[in-house]
Every structure is written in C-alpha cells, then in structure tokens.
C-alpha cells in the first residue's frame, strides 16, 4: 500500500509513517479524514488548520486531529519533519485530550515542557570503535568510526543538536549519575516502537525498529493493538505535565492566528498549575463515582467552596461539577467497553442518579446513547 493510496486511509486502519518534508509539501482534506491524526514533530515546523483553528507545530508539539472534520497541513518553512499515526481513538483518550482542544477536534500539546531547550554544537564527539549494546545513545552530533556498529534499540537523536555540556557515552545510560531520557526521547521511542509493531504479523516476536520508517499498515489484530498501545503511551506522555483539567477547554471557541501558536497546555493570559486545584482533580479521577461535591472537595483541600470554585474554574476552564461529569462520562465509556454490566449499573458505578439521566448526558457527550456506543464497539 502507497503513501498515496493512504491519502485518506479508511477507518479500519492503524497506519504509522515518518516524513521529512520540503518547503512544497501540503494536504488537504475538504472532507476530513474517517480516522484520527496524531502527528509530532521533531524538526522545522508545519502550519495545521482545523475546525476554525490555526497552529503552528515546532519540535516537540503534538497535533492530534479528530476524524471527518476538513482539515490542511504543510511545511511552515524549509522543511518539517515528523511521525505520524491514522488511528481511532478509545474511548478514555478523547477526555484526556478534550483540555487541549483549540477548537473542536483540534488539539495540541506544546513540546516546551518535553525535554531541556537543544543547542547547535559545531564541536564532533568522537565514539570509540565500538558496538553499542541494545539501548545506549550516542551524543546527537556524535559520529561513529570504521567497525563500529549499531545493535537493534541503539537511539539515534536529531543530528547536529545536542544538549548542553552533555556527552554519552556507551554504556552510560542506566549507570549511576546518567541523566534520564528526557519526555521527548521516551515519545520518540514510542514512535519507533509503533513503526515497528506495525510491521508485524502478529506470529513470533515483533520486529525491531528499523532505520526506514515509510508509512505501514498494521494488519494483524496483534499488530494493531501493540501500536495502538504505543500511541496511548504517547498521549500519555504529552500531557503528562498537568492534570487533564489544565489548558483550553473546547468551550473557549475561535482560537486561531500566531496567539494559538504560543499555548502551552495552559488556560490564555498564562495561568499555570495550583496545587489544591490538582489534587482535587486526582481525588475525582480516582474515584469518578464517588459523591463529590463543591464542598467535600473544597474541604480536601481546606479551602472555601466559594473560593475553591472560583480558582478550579480560573486554573482549568471549568466549574467542579463539570469536570466531575467528564470525568464520570469517561469512566462510564470504559464499562461500557470493558464490561457487560448492563445501562444502570454503569449508571450507579458512575455516580449518576438514575439510568435516564445517565443515558441522555451520555449521548450528549459522546453522540450515541449508552447501549448504541457499546454496540458500535462491538461491531
């Protein structure tokens, strides 16, 4: 299957791919897509538009676009180069992104946060002749002499960048005192982790990640599952930095121009994190059924209800209520896929007052009632 047949690739498909791109490249899609676009750059940058919203993705920045909504890409520069995934999502990763929307079905998480700020180096580390075992790294600018080989899982980062007064050697990671693998670097793996899982036919062991990343189309059931495990773990990572309340809430409308461009997973006008503010967003994630009102949250974490309220909705875009029936709506949608407890007990295990109620705040959200979701899944 080409790069072009997958132009717009069908629903069903789980497809990876890798570009580096010149200053020509574009897409357009007056239709949208059938399936979701997950895309992250590592280098130059791309001008993204959707649902009323335009961005710019540098290094590091996470676009993650909804299905069947008319959008277009191209390099914003001299060149942009970056992986992408066609996926559908499940149901858990749409409430992990809904803070991060710039206007419906148009997300983005911004890289500043992912990894200490990379600077050019004209200086060439030298490796010794060497085979680097399975999971080292080599200096981005580092370069290999003659009988030196690479073992499968041996990291490559971005040439010519490498971080301040930093030099690995092989072996060094893992050892005492070895800086940890920035956010970045553990995306980036999960990508070739993905590209790879994509490849498989499902029988023996996966393939170890390649030096060529072409777009691929997982076949096999187990194929998909793996990448779709390693997009999760993406999504994971990329709005690691803040409880999922943080950032833009889909209600703010209209955010489209170089302002956009400058979020970074943080409500406009540059309110950050409170710390009360995310420990009552843990207590409503772990127990999304629980009776949680203003009150018994504003007293876990000893504040007023009047004044917690106002600082919840000043630091995430929402009142307390409203996150606790995302929250709940979320939980809900998991049962719904995981489980075979019928309509009213997922109602009751989600803290809603009756199966009705439930049912049409459900299709409200998620655009088919309970029964209807869980039929399409299993279909």
């Known amino acids: 299957m080409s790069a072009d047949d997958m132009s717009v690739p069908a629903a069903e498909l789980v497809i990876v791919g890798h570009y580096d791109r010149g200053s ?8 949208g897509s059938p399936s979701w676009l997950l895309m ?19 290094p590091g920045d996470l676009v993650v ?18 992986w992408w995934v066609h996926f559908q999502p499940r149901p858990s990763w749409v409430t992990w992104l809904r803070p991060y929307a710039l206007s419906p079905g148009c997300h983005l998480t911004r890289g500043s946060h992912l990894a200490p700020p990379l600077q050019p180096t004209a200086a060439t ?57 920035s956010l970045s670097a553990r995306i980036e793996e999960a990508f070739l982790r993905a590209h790879a899982y994509a490849r498989w036919s499902g029988r023996g062991v996966p393939p170890e990640p390649g030096e060529t990343h072409r777009p691929v189309a997982a076949m096999a059931e187990r194929a998909r599952e793996l990448v779709l495990g390693a997009v999760e773990e993406i999504l994971l990572l990329a709005t690691s930095e803040a409880p999922d309340a943080f950032g833009p809430h889909p209600d703010d409308r209209g955010a489209s121009g170089p302002g956009v461009g400058g979020l970074s997973g943080a409500r406009p006008g540059g309110v950050g994190v ?46 307390p209520m409203r996150a606790v029936r995302a929250a709940r709506l979320a939980h809900a949608a998991q049962l719904l896929e995981a489980t075979d407890l019928d309509i009213g007990q997922v109602a009751a295990a989600c803290g809603f007052v009756s199966p009705f109620h439930f049912s049409r705040t459900f299709a409200h959200e998620y655009g088919l009632p309970p029964r209807a979701y869980r039929r399409r899944l299993g279909s």
């Not at 999304?288 to 009047?306: I, Q």
């Open 65 to 82: 676009l909804a299905s069947r909504a008319a959008h277009h890409y191209r390099t914003a520069g001299e060149r942009w180069r970056f």
């Open 274 to 319: 409170d710390r009360r503010v995310a420990r009552a967003l843990e207590l409503i994630a772990a127990e999304p059924g629980a009776p949680h009102t203003v009150a018994s949250l504003a007293a876990a974490v000893a504040l007023s209800p009047s004044r917690f309220a106002h600082v919840f909705a000043e630091r995430t875009g929402r009142t």
């Open 24 to 31: 020509g490249y574009a897409t357009r899609r007056a239709s």
């Open 125 to 181: 580390t030298l490796v010794p002749s060497a085979t680097l075992a399975p999971g080292s790294a080599l200096a981005p600018d580092a370069t290999l002499p003659p009988g030196s080989a690479l073992a499968p899982g041996t990291s490559l980062p971005s040439a010519g960048l490498r971080a301040p007064g930093r030099q690995l050697s092989p072996g060094s990671l893992g050892q005492p005192g070895a800086e940890p693998p």
């Open 40 to 58: 992250w750059t590592q280098e130059g940058a791309g001008l993204v538009e959707q649902g009323g919203a335009t961005l710019t993705a540098g």
